[in-house]
C-alpha cells in the first residue's frame, strides 16, 4: 500500500526546492532546519474535538438554524463545514476571520473540517459572508437551540435541580459598530452580552448580546420566562433556581414567580439598599451589634438577619436577608438579597434556609459565574466581536459560546478522572489541542503519529481511548 500524494497545491510547492536553514552546531554537529515538511501539524488535538463535535452534532444543529440563501451550484463549503471551520479555530486560538487564510492549507485542519484530504477549509471571505448572512428569524432559531443542546447534555435524565447563573459582561469595541453605545461603567464603548450558566456545572445555557448602555433588568423578565418554559417542557420536576446581582433584581420576574402555581422555581438576587431599607428597625439592630462587637474586640464581624420587605414597584412582599459586616478598618458594609427561599415550605429545610447559609452559600456561590465568563473569554475569545452589524456579532456571540460548550464538553467527558479533569479551559488548549502530530496520508487510511515523550501523554492516550471505535 503506497502513499498518495499529498494535497496537490503543497505539492507543487514540494516540487521546489527545500528551504534549509543553518544554525549554530549543537554538541560539534550540525544543525539544519526545515520548514518545508508538509506532514506536520501543530493541532495533533483536532481528532479529540472532532470526535466531541460529532457526539454532539454541534455543527449540524447550528446549520439547521441559517438560511443558506447562497446560490448552491456555486457552493463549495456547505454551512456545517463552515461552521466546524469556526468552533475548530476558536478552540485554537485563532479569533479572527482572516486566520481562516492561514489555516486553509494545514493539514489537521483540512483533514477534520471537510469531507476529503484534499479540499482547503473555506476563506476568509467566505467566513466574512457567512457572518453578514444571517437574518432576525436565523438569530432566534440559535437562541431556541442552545438552551435544546443543554437540555440534550444530560443524555434524558432530568436533574434535580440547576442553577441559572446570570451575568453580563463589557466587550469593548473597535470602532463604529452598530448599537455601541458608551458604559459609564467601564468608560468604553462596547457591547454587554448577557450570559446565562448552569451553577452547578458551568455548562453555558444562553449567550444574548446586546447593546452597551442598557437598564440592565430590562427584557431579563422575559428572558427567564421564556427560557423557563423551555426547560419546564423538557424537566417538569427540576427545581430551577435563578441567581444574579442587584441588576437582575428584576420585580416583575418576582411577582410572576410568587402569583404563579410551579413551586419548583426559586429566585435569589441581589437588592439595591435605599432608605426604607436602611431604616428599617431590624437592620439597625444588626448593624449596632456589629458596631458594638468592633468596639469591644476591634475584629471584624459579620451579622445576618431577615426582614420582609415590598417596594412601590411591587406587588408581592418578599423575603430580604441582610448582612451587617464591620470591616477590619471599622467600616460598616451593609448589603441586601432577595429571595422566596422560604424556611417552611422549601424542600431543602430548615437549616438550608437560614439567613447565613442562604448569603455565604447560595448567593455568594455565584462568584463562580465570574470564573466561567473569564474562561468564555480567554479560551474561545467570546469578546472579539469586530464586525460592524450588530447581527454579525450576534452570529459571533453564539460561535464563540459554541466553541466553549465544544471545550467544557470535551474536558467533562473524556478527560474524567485525569490531571485534566478540572484543568481550565485554557490549559487544555495549550497542552492537548496544541500538540505537534505526524500525519501520513495513505490510499485507505490516515495514521497520526504523537512523540513519545510528550509530557500529556498519558492524559492525550486516555482521550483517544474514550473515543476509540468499538464496531
Excluded at 503543497?10 to 550540525?30: F, T
Excluded at 470526535?51 to 457552493?75: F, G, N
Aim: proline share 3%; hydrophobic share 35%.
Amino acid at each position: 500500500m503506497g502513499k498518495i500524494n499529498n494535497i496537490s497545491s503543497i505539492s507543487k510547492e514540494n516540487r521546489q526546492k527545500k528551504e534549509c536553514i543553518i544554525l549554530r552546531d549543537v554538541n560539534k554537529r550540525s544543525l539544519e532546519a526545515n520548514l518545508d515538511s508538509v506532514s506536520l501539524s501543530g493541532f495533533g488535538g483536532l481528532p479529540l474535538l472532532r470526535e466531541e463535535e460529532r457526539t454532539l452534532s454541534l455543527s449540524e444543529r447550528l446549520a439547521s438554524c441559517i438560511t443558506d440563501s447562497r446560490k448552491q451550484y456555486l457552493v463549495q463549503h456547505s454551512l456545517e463545514e463552515i461552521i466546524r471551520t469556526r468552533l475548530f479555530q476558536l478552540c485554537l486560538g485563532y479569533e479572527d476571520v482572516n486566520d481562516c487564510d492561514l489555516n486553509r492549507k494545514e493539514p489537521m485542519m483540512r483533514l477534520m473540517v471537510g469531507d476529503g484530504y484534499d479540499k482547503d477549509i473555506c476563506s476568509s471571505a467566505t467566513m466574512c459572508r457567512f457572518e453578514n448572512m444571517v437574518t432576525d428569524d436565523d438569530l432566534l432559531s440559535l437562541q431556541e437551540m442552545f438552551v435544546t443542546i443543554f437540555i440534550l447534555s444530560y443524555k434524558g435524565e432530568e436533574p434535580k435541580d440547576i442553577i441559572l447563573d446570570c451575568d453580563d459582561t463589557n466587550v469593548d469595541c473597535y470602532g463604529a459598530q452598530e448599537q455601541t453605545l458608551f458604559n459609564n461603567y467601564y468608560m468604553e464603548y462596547c457591547y454587554m452580552p448577557l450570559l446565562i450558566f448552569e451553577g452547578h456545572s458551568g455548562k453555558l445555557i444562553q449567550p444574548l448580546l446586546r447593546p452597551g448602555r442598557r437598564n440592565k433588568t430590562a427584557n431579563i423578565n422575559d428572558t427567564l420566562q421564556w427560557l423557563i418554559a423551555m426547560l419546564r417542557a423538557a424537566w417538569p420536576n427540576t427545581f430551577i433556581t435563578v441567581r444574579g446581582d442587584s441588576h437582575f433584581c428584576s420585580h416583575e420576574f418576582m411577582d410572576w414567580v410568587t402569583e404563579g402555581k410551579d413551586k419548583r422555581i426559586r429566585f435569589i438576587t441581589g437588592l439595591s439598599s435605599n432608605s426604607v431599607l436602611d431604616r428599617n428597625p431590624e437592620v439597625k439592630r444588626l448593624q449596632q451589634k456589629a458596631i458594638d462587637h468592633y468596639k469591644r474586640t476591634g475584629l471584624p464581624k459579620k451579622y445576618y438577619g431577615e426582614l420582609r420587605y415590598k417596594a412601590g414597584t411591587w406587588n408581592n412582599e418578599q423575603r430580604v436577608i441582610v448582612k451587617a459586616e464591620i470591616t477590619n478598618s471599622g467600616g460598616l458594609n451593609t448589603r441586601y438579597i432577595v429571595t422566596n427561599f422560604n424556611v417552611r415550605t422549601d424542600v431543602y429545610g430548615l437549616p438550608w434556609s437560614a439567613p447565613m447559609y442562604l448569603y455565604e452559600k447560595r448567593y455568594c456561590a455565584r462568584g463562580k459565574d465570574e470564573l466561567y465568563i473569564r474562561e468564555f473569554k480567554e479560551a474561545v475569545n467570546g469578546d472579539r466581536l469586530s464586525c460592524h452589524a450588530f447581527k454579525a456579532n450576534s452570529l459571533r456571540t453564539f460561535m464563540h459560546a459554541a466553541a466553549y460548550v465544544l471545550m467544557h464538553s470535551l474536558r467533562e467527558r473524556a478527560f474524567e478522572g485525569t490531571s485534566l479533569e478540572k484543568a481550565t479551559l485554557l490549559t487544555i488548549r495549550e497542552r492537548i489541542l496544541l500538540t505537534a502530530v505526524c500525519v501520513k496520508v495513505f490510499k485507505t487510511k490516515v495514521i497520526l503519529d504523537f512523540a513519545m515523550y510528550n509530557p500529556m501523554a498519558d492524559e492525550l492516550r486516555h482521550a483517544l481511548l474514550f473515543y476509540r471505535k468499538t464496531a
